[in-house]
Every structure is written in structure tokens, then in C-alpha cells.
């Protein structure tokens, strides 16, 4: 039957985004919407002496003119963030209050302090421009590696630290390097990122006075989240009178899981005016007011003995936290990053310690990978030019020291649970035909051009997340998801998840999941998600999560619609539920010709004419999925690059993946996952670069000075994938929407730092800094 | 953003020095300048509004004249904002030295850009700023080299620079003029203006 789990079935959801029948937020529209404009600051860093609203309020069209201290005065409380960090000394994360917009400081080029609400966009516009607000600019703290040195941004906050915060076993650590027969050593920045979805972020927030309820409809990666967060830390509304709804979206990584200020404000104008507000960024605010991704400095060693064998990894890492905490910025750099430094290897001694650093640029949060690639290049980096000092093959040196006995546990507490890293590589290794290199090397020196090399063997903790051990870990939420798979009386299914999908394709995963538990065909499953009225809770996306815990909530539910089958179907085919088989969409009583189709079971059960006795009518089940660990997606991705040494362009002339994200509902939308993460990758490696001069003003806030991967950047990818089933879920999946941003920037710039013969070159690897290297070399 | 640059113009010292130091000159030499007032005895305002196509953006400067030296030049601290479109900020050192009958400008100039402009005008920067300033020196060399020579105007040849030119006896206007505005950050801030107007076409046209 076509749809069933291992099939590459099309994604349904495409026909409307490719026809114009997608429903994006933009899209709608609520009777006599107002519009909002935002007005920003240009400073970096300044005290907002006055706002002077009054010619902006008189502006023609302009319905009201709220400022920060309107939002307060109204109830409206501080952004929070949602996951708490200790220091090293046991204290709390420091955390700077964050109005949604800025009352008396603005601490970032971009940060709102005024919203315009009129009748056009265009007399919103106007409005914005007419207010006059007296700044007094004070000197910044704009750079990463000198804010801790700075000008002291906020109040009680000392040296820009909100936090210095460590892993692992310190005395342990420093033994190996005393015992090392070689360290290799490494600095290097993580370059900062800048999201650019290509739907902006917007929303339509519509206020019912009749049922005094706030309709918030908006770019939301977890509206439930949303709604939470709004309602018991911002005060906004009570949850019941609180709905958010995320239509179709395109594209998060993970820029929108966050709470902004924009759509807060704009839900409490709607209710404060009786009337619905529109807002939608356009691309220069979604650059300065994005969360922001990476943007690390870090030293980090690896001990080893003479033969390769891995003894010991040291590592600090400042990591630029921007303004303020986003609603999760103080576990990307920790407990995302930290966990993850034992890569695929025995290492049996880490220390890393990471100072959380305010500093007067945007808030940088979780995106695409979120700390793990991050992660990823530190040992990936660390590995491959470890290899080159102790002339050893690269695969080599990873096979002497990967794990092959599981579960495993990391001296920086994780428990992989299964994996074959070994496996991948053998076969990243053959379809790379790195065998085949030294020919073509030599084939590319004659055309003058320089050709290199570069492996990552990445590992990532996915499926977020354990409740349990995530909530002792900070975090202010549990983690698993939910599902509902309600049973219609025709025997078709509707399924509801708190997964979000915006480019993930779910609509087709989980409906071929669901599909095949049932043996009914996938064009009966409706899969319905993003909205906080229509399915109880959830937790949304991120993190490779959906499928890992979203999927098996599915799971869950369907077995149970299952067990309820046997029994309906047991009374009426006059036997016993233990006596039933349920097998591709039919009821049977075993050793007879007795049997109901899955639709007959449905119908009795809402049509309860002959039902068993205590059994409620109705078919329609529940479950809240709690995973028991995380999944461990892991895999070798092999990076061929040619350097022109004239221009100092980089082409990617390969690029392999060999990925093992456990079990594969549809390989088709894995394979798509892997291309896009491979792309955002490469992107990072060779392109994208957030950058902010030392005056905080953010000189890449165009697509002019931050360049974007495009399809001429980018090799036609190998991809292909292993499979260790993920031992403690019921479909066996690991997750693999981030795999590609975590591996492809080490292996990059590992087979660029190969045909340049240089141990280190910073990302991206612009043409500039190559023919520099180069020059250099 | 940084400039430097030298003009030579066909006239005295002095009377660059007064005119770089006049109000009604440089409002004239300054393209979509609505006002120029004096503030204080080194302090100035202005509104500027640049143009282009249908979009206009509107900044307001304050000026700080320092290191005060007729007629030998002058130190300029401007703050301009644009509201949405951002803001500039910086100085001038302007040199006048004589050249014959003529005299030679000299500045050096350094600013920066906050906001909008930063964020999407960096690149147009330094180039949109020199054609400005350009523009400025030849208006400001016609304004001195034309109207107020009329023995140069007699001896046919308005521009050149073998023009005699009289001198004025007295140097009164440099010493009231040294009190007033100045040239080349009213250059450079024309310059910053055009881009704050392409910006903002550049925001309201998508």
C-alpha cells in the first residue's frame, strides 16, 4: 500500500506551498485590522531620555502610539528566559530584565521602544517616523572578545558574565595532559549567523471581547510554548483566554521557538484597542531582531598519547549571549554544546568551561544544530589537524578511538545508546572514493588549482528531551509532546500532534506513520498541528525532536486505538480481546474466517448498537510521550574542495554524507533534511557571517553583506544512510533535521585547511581570507 | 567613513573664510538645505532634506565649531538624525591655505553611521559621500567665483585660476564668520543624507 513507513511518499503539504494555497500569516486578515510598525533604536547602546509621542499620535491614520512604559503600566512583565544556569560557583545565572519594549536603556541596534498602530502600514510607517526620541548614546560593549573588558552594560552585572559555567572532570583532565605524549591546540572563532527564514516573522493578533479572548496568530515554531510563556511569565493573558495559532510557516531554525517582543506587543495592543493587529518584519528588522545563531571564541586542546589515542580535551569557550537572554540562549552554549564534546570518541577525560558574555548586538539563541555544531567543529577540528601532526590518516586516528561498546557513557553526561560509527565512516570512505584523492589531487595541481580533504564525524543529542533530566538541568519546562489520533465513525483518522512543522514535512511523516499502524491508506490520515485550541498541549519542534517524541506520542495513541479495536471487534466477532490479531487494517478472530475491517470497528464504536459492556463509546485516543533518554544521530560526512589559488574561491566539487538517524519513516524528506542542513552548513563554512563593527551597529544587515548559500555554491550531494535503531523509542528514529548544519562546517574547513596546507583558517572561508592564507603560506 | 581632500579655489583667503563661514552661502551650496540657524556663538542648526525620486528623508544636525583659527580653517563636530533612517556623527578639520590669489582647501573628515544607514547604506557610504562633497565644492567655487567679483567678471574669466582677484582690505567678515557654519561637514552630511533617502526608498520600494 503506498504511504507506509519506509516509502519516499511526496510530501503531501508541498501541493499548497508550490500552488499559492499555502495559508501563511501574512495572508490573512481579520475585519478592519490595524497595522504596527515598531520604532528601533539606531544606537547600540543609549539611555532613552524622553520618548515624545505626541506628533506621532497626531499623525494622519495613526490609531496609538505605545511606548515601553505603556506596556508595563499595562501588566506586561519582562521577556524571560527559559532555561536557568548555574556558575561554576554555584550561583544562578545573572539575568537583565528585557521589556518587551526598551523603557529607559536600549542595549542592541534594533531593540524596539515604540510601537505605531494605524490604519495603513504606510501611516504606520509615517507615525514611527514622526516620534521623537531623545537618546544619549553611551559607549558599547559590541565586540565578544573585549566585552568582558567593556564598558559594564548592565546593572549588577559584572564583567558582561552572566554566567561561567563548566563540565566534566577538571583534575582528571589536566592528569592526561601531564601524562600526553602530544596536545594539539587550537583558537578559533564560531562565526555568528543570522537565521534569514525566508517567511519573516509576523503575526494577526485579534481580540474578542465577547469572550474576552486574545487570538495570537503568528510564525511560531510551538505555539503551546508560546501561549505559556505569555501567559505565566509576561502576564499577557490568563492561558484559557489565550489561543495561539501557527498556520503554515516557512522555515524556523529555531529563530522561531522564541519569545519576541513584537508579537507580545502587538497582542496587547489588539485587546487594549478592541481591535486586530497586524504586523509582519520585513527583511532588515528580521536581521536586527532575529535571535542570532553561534558566535563562539574558543582555545581547545586534545591530549594525546604517541599512537593517537585520545587522553584528554580541554576547552573554554566565550560565547556571546548578545543583549539580552533569549528564551533559551543559556542552554545553546552549555548544556547543548558541553554534552556533546566527546563526539564519537573515547576521550575519557573533558573539561570545558564557557562564559555566557552579554554583549550590545541581538540576542543569540538556538539555530539549526543549536551548540552542537558548535560542538562538532571544536573536536572535528581538534581531530583532523591532530591527525596531520602525528602523520596519521584522518580516518585512522577516528577509528583508534571511536566507541564500539553501548550504552556509553560520556564523561560529560550523556548515555548514547547505540550507534556504529565505524560503519558510516567505512561507507563515507567508499562513496566519498577517497581512495580515488591523491589521483584527482594531482590531476587538479596540473589545472594549478589546489584540491584538499576534510572529514567530521559529528554526533548530536536530538529528540529533546528526558522531562526529568532536562528540568534538572534548568530547564523551566518538561519536554516530552503530545499526540491525539481520533478515530472519525468513517474509519478515517484525524491526527493531532504538539509537533509544528514548518518545512519538515509532517503532515506526510506522521500521517505515514499512523497509516501503517493501522494498515488504512495515508489519504485517510489528516494530520492537524499549530494551534493551542485544537489539540491539548505540546512542546513544538526543535532540536530534532518531532518524530523521535512527537512520532512516538503517535505511536502511543494509535496502539491504544488499536487495543480498544480488539475489544469492540472481540465482543462482536463473540470471542476475547487477547484472541484478536490486528494485522493491515483487520480484525480477526484467530483460528476463524470472522473478521471487521477497521472502519467497521470505527463505526461500531460510535454507533454502539452491540458494544461490550463498561467500554465508553468513541475511538479516539491520547498520550503524552516523555522520552527516556536522547537519541544519538551520528554519521561521517566527507568534504572535497578546490581552491582557485588566483582568486581564492572555494568550490565544494564533493560533498558525502553518510548518516545514520535510525530508523526512516520516509527517506525521501530525510534526504531533503540532510541537503538543507548540508547547505546551511557550507553556508557557514564559506558564506555567512553576522558582523557588527565596533560601534554595535551591524555593518551585515543586508543580504547585499550577508551572503546566503545558493544552488551555484553547492555540489550535488552524496547522501546516504546507516541504521542503528534507536533502542528506546517505538519507531526506532533518532532525528536528523540538524544533522547536516552540525557536520558540514568542520568537514569544510578541514578540506580547506588540507589544499592550503595552513593548520587554521577562519569561517567563513571567504575568497578573501583564502587568497590571504595563501599570500601568507 | 573616512574623506580627505583638497579643492582650489579662484579667491582669497579671506573671502573663503567668510563665505565657508556664512549662513546664506552654505544653505545655498547645500542641496535640500531648509535651515541653518545660529544657536550660539559656536553652535549651529540645521535641517537638511535629501530627496531622491519620490522619497525624501529629513535629518537634523547640530554643529560644533572648535580649535578656531581664521582664516586658516577650523574643526567641525556635527550629530545629525534622520529618525527611522539612523543617524551621523562626526568631525572635519578644514586647512585653508593661500595659493597665489587662490586658496587651497584641505580636509580630513571621519563619521560614522547608525542605525538603517549602517545597516544597509555601509557600502554606498564612502562613495555617495565624496560625489556629494564634490557637488558642495563646485557650488560653493561658483558661489565665490561668480556673483560678488565683478572685476573678475570684467576681466571675462570667471573661473580660472589665473583670475586676479581683490582682495579685501579688511578682515571683518572672518571674524564674524568664525562664529558660523561650516562647509565640508555640511558635504558630508549632504551625503549622508542621500543615502538616508535611498535607504529609506529602499525600505518603503520592497
Given amino acids: 500500500m503506498n504511504g507506509m513507513i519506509g516509502q519516499p511518499v511526496r510530501r503531501r503539504e508541498d501541493i499548497r506551498f508550490i500552488t499559492g494555497r499555502g495559508r501563511y500569516t501574512d495572508d490573512l486578515a481579520a475585519a478592519g485590522q490595524a497595522y504596527a510598525v515598531f520604532a528601533r533604536s539606531p544606537y547600540a547602546r543609549a539611555r532613552l531620555a524622553k520618548v515624545d509621542t505626541a506628533a506621532a499620535k497626531a499623525s494622519p491614520g495613526v490609531v496609538a502610539v505605545f511606548t515601553g512604559a505603556d506596556l508595563a503600566a499595562g501588566g506586561i512583565a519582562a521577556l524571560p528566559c527559559g532555561w536557568l544556569v548555574k556558575s561554576t560557583d554555584g550561583t544562578d545565572m545573572k539575568v537583565a530584565p528585557r521589556p518587551p519594549l526598551a523603557i529607559s536603556v536600549v542595549n542592541f541596534v534594533g531593540e524596539p521602544y515604540a510601537v505605531v498602530i494605524a490604519d495603513s502600514l504606510e501611516a504606520a510607517r509615517a507615525g514611527a517616523e514622526a516620534i521623537e526620541a531623545d537618546f544619549q548614546d553611551l559607549p558599547p560593549a559590541a565586540n565578544l572578545a573585549t566585552a568582558m573588558d567593556g564598558p559594564q552594560i548592565h546593572e549588577g552585572i559584572e564583567q558582561n558574565r552572566s554566567f561561567h559555567w563548566a563540565l566534566g572532570n577538571q583534575a582528571k583532565t589536566e592528569a592526561a595532559f601531564a601524562a600526553a605524549a602530544h596536545v594539539t591546540r587550537l583558537e578559533f572563532a564560531n562565526n555568528r549567523l543570522i537565521p534569514n527564514a525566508i517567511e519573516p516573522r509576523a503575526c494577526l493578533a485579534n481580540y474578542d471581547a465577547a469572550s474576552d479572548e486574545i487570538t495570537l496568530t503568528t510564525t511560531s515554531q510551538n505555539p503551546h510554548l508560546e501561549r505559556l510563556v505569555l501567559s505565566a511569565f509576561v502576564g499577557l493573558a490568563p492561558e484559557h483566554k489565550l489561543r495561539v495559532i501557527s498556520p503554515d510557516v516557512g522555515g524556523g531554525f529555531g529563530s522561531k521557538i522564541f519569545i519576541y517582543p513584537e508579537e507580545t506587543a502587538a497582542a496587547w495592543a489588539a485587546r487594549e484597542l478592541r481591535r486586530a493587529v497586524k504586523w509582519t518584519a520585513d527583511r532588515s528588522e528580521a536581521f536586527l531582531s532575529d535571535a542570532h545563531g553561534r558566535d563562539h571564541l574558543t582555545t581547545a586542546e586534545l591530549a594525546m598519547d604517541a599512537q593517537g589515542t585520545f587522553l584528554g580535551l580541554r576547552v573554554h569557550t566565550r560565547a556571546n549571549l548578545g543583549a539580552y537572554l533569549s528564551t533559551f540562549a543559556s542552554s545553546v552554549p552549555t548544556y547543548l554544546y558541553g554534552t556533546l564534546l566527546a563526539g564519537q570518541y573515547r576521550t575519557p577525560a573533558i573539561w570545558v568551561e564557557v562564559d555566557g558574555v552579554y554583549t550590545n548586538t541581538a540576542p543569540v539563541d538556538a539555530y539549526r544544530g543549536a551548540g552542537r555544531p558548535e560542538a562538532t567543529y571544536v573536536v572535528e577540528r581538534l581531530v583532523e589537524t591532530a591527525a596531520r601532526e602525528l602523520k596519521l590518516d584522518p580516518a585512522e586516528i577516528r577509528r583508534r578511538n571511536f566507541i564500539h561498546e553501548f550504552p556509553y557513557e560520556t564523561p560529560v553526561a550523556l548515555v548514547y545508546d547505540i550507534g556504529d560509527y565505524e560503519q558510516s565512516l567505512a561507507r563515507a570512505l567508499t562513496l566519498a572514493d577517497v581512495a580515488g584523492f591523491p589521483q584527482r589531487r594531482a590531476e587538479a595541481e596540473k589545472r594549478g588549482m589546489k584540491r584538499g580533504l576534510g572529514y567530521s564525524c559529528y554526533i548530536e543529542a536530538c529528540g529533546l528531551a528526558p522531562s526529568q533530566l532536562a528540568i534538572s538541568l534548568g530547564a523551566g519546562v518538561g519536554l516530552y509532546e503530545s499526540g491525539e489520533v481520533r478515530v472519525n465513525p468513517t474509519g478515517s483518522v484525524t491526527v493531532f500532534t504538539g509537533s509544528h512543522s514548518h518545512g519538515q514535512g509532517h503532515e506526510t511523516t506522521f500521517a505515514q506513520v499512523v497509516a501503517t499502524k493501522f494498515g488504512i491508506p495515508i489519504e485517510q490520515v489528516e494530520v492537524v498541528h499549530g494551534d493551542t485550541g485544537r489539540m491539548e498541549f505540546g512542546l513544538g519542534t526543535y532540536g530534532s525532536r518531532s518524530l523521535a517524541v512527537g512520532g512516538s506520542a503517535l505511536v502511543k495513541s494509535a496502539e491504544k486505538v488499536i487495543e480498544k479495536g480488539k475489544k469492540i471487534s472481540g465482543h462482536m466477532l463473540e470471542t476475547t480481546p487477547d484472541d484478536i490479531d490486528f494485522e493491515d487494517g483487520v480484525y480477526r478472530a484467530r483460528g476463524t474466517n470472522r473478521q471487521m475491517t477497521f472502519g467497521e470497528v470505527a463505526l461500531a464504536a460510535y454507533v454502539p448498537a452491540n458494544f461490550p459492556e463498561g467500554l465508553e463509546p468513541g475511538l479516539s485516543e491520547k498520550t503524552f510521550y516523555d522520552p527516556k533518554n536522547f537519541t544519538y544521530p551520528a554519521g561521517s560526512h566527507i568534504a572535497e574542495v578546490e581552491i582557485d589559488p588566483e582568486t581564492g574561491v572555494v568550490k565544494v566539487v564533493a560533498f558525502t554524507a553518510v548518516d545514520d538517524f535510525g530508523e526512516i519513516i520516509n527517506p525521501m524528506i530525510v534526504e531533503g533534511q540532510v541537503h538543507g542542513g548540508v547547505a546551511q552548513g557550507i553556508g557557514q563554512a564559506l558564506l555567512e557571517h553576522g558582523v557588527y563593527d565596533d560601534t554595535g551597529q551591524l555593518i551585515t544587515g543586508s543580504f547585499m553583506d550577508y551572503a546566503m548559500p545558493r544552488a551555484g555554491d553547492l555540489p550535488s550531494f552524496s547522501v546516504e544512510t546507516t541504521v542503528t535503531p534507536c533502542t528506546h523509542n517505538p519507531l526506532g528514529a533518532k532525528g536528523c533535521g540538524e544533522a547536516g548544519a552540525i557536520g558540514a562546517p568542520a568537514a569544510i574547513i578541514n578540506a580547506v585547511t588540507d589544499a592550503l596546507g595552513v593548520k587554521d583558517i577562519a569561517m567563513p572561508a571567504s575568497p578573501e581570507r583564502v587568497w590571504r592564507a595563501l599570500q601568507g603560506a | ?182 562647509a565640508l561637514v555640511w558635504g558630508g552630511l549632504a551625503a549622508v543624507l542621500v543615502i538616508a533617502a535611498l535607504v529609506a526608498w529602499w525600505l518603503t520600494a520592497r
Fill in chain 2, 1 to 182: 567613513m573616512e574623506q580627505a581632500g583638497e579643492h582650489r579655489i579662484a579667491a582669497p583667503r579671506d573671502r573663503v573664510w567668510a563665505a565657508l563661514n556664512d549662513p546664506a552661502v552654505l544653505k545655498r551650496c547645500i542641496e535640500g538645505c531648509e535651515a541653518l540657524e545660529r544657536t550660539g556663538p559656536e553652535t549651529l542648526t540645521a535641517r537638511v532634506r535629501a530627496r531622491v525620486g519620490p522619497v525624501s528623508a529629513v535629518f537634523s544636525g547640530d554643529i560644533a565649531l572648535k580649535d578656531l583659527d581664521p582664516p586658516n580653517g577650523y574643526t567641525l563636530e556635527v550629530s545629525a538624525k534622520g529618525g527611522a533612517a539612523g543617524f551621523a556623527k562626526g568631525q572635519a578639520r578644514v586647512k585653508l591655505a593661500e595659493d597665489g590669489a587662490a586658496t587651497v582647501l584641505a580636509y580630513t573628515a571621519e563619521g560614522s553611521v547608525g542605525g538603517k544607514l549602517a545597516q544597509v547604506g555601509q557600502r554606498l557610504i564612502d562613495a555617495a559621500a565624496r560625489k556629494t562633497a564634490d557637488d558642495f565644492f563646485n557650488a560653493f567655487a561658483r558661489e565665490l567665483e561668480e556673483p560678488a567679483t565683478p572685476d573678475a567678471a570684467a576681466a571675462g574669466e570667471p573661473g580660472g585660476a589665473a583670475t586676479p582677484v581683490p582682495v579685501p582690505t579688511g578682515d571683518v567678515p572672518a571674524a564674524q564668520a568664525a562664529t558660523r557654519g561650516g
